[in-house]
């Protein structure tokens, strides 16, 4: 059995509402974001075309914890025809250029390198 993304009663309650909303005019990518987030998933999709969705986490750096239930989730809330692809956010070599990172810093600031490549910079 599948533990639902939602925790809370009332979020329980939400993401049973987003699913009753599911209709013909539910593949929009706006009408999809809706259902996920309903559901209590911290994800945005985006239309990539040609049938393709990319779903991200914005709010989250690396892979989001309980990962293989969200995605079995989402997974179930999409039409069968969509080909998704999961994106997951980690510090990229252009944001430590733009930061000015050094090696001294980084290793001063004892992280690891998985510690390291979720230092990402919050959304603007």
Do not use: N
């Not at 009663?9 to 974001?33: H, K």
């Not at 239930?69 to 025809?81: E, F, G, M, S």
């Amino acid at each position: 059995a599948r533990r639902p993304a939602a925790v809370t009663a009332e979020e329980r309650r939400a993401a049973i509402a987003a699913l009753l909303q599911i209709d013909g005019d539910s593949l929009t990518p706006a009408a999809i974001d809706r259902t996920i987030r309903g559901c209590g998933i911290r994800a945005r999709a985006l239309e990539m075309g040609g049938g393709q969705l990319r779903v991200i986490f914005p709010e989250v750096a690396g892979e989001p914890e309980d990962f293989d239930q969200i995605r079995k989730i989402i997974l179930d809330i999409l039409p069968c025809h969509l080909e998704v692809e999961f994106y997951f956010r980690y510090l990229t070599w252009a944001e430590c250029e733009a930061a000015g990172y050094t090696w001294g810093q980084v290793e001063a600031a004892e992280y690891t390198w998985e510690s390291f490549q979720l230092a990402v910079p919050p959304e603007r």
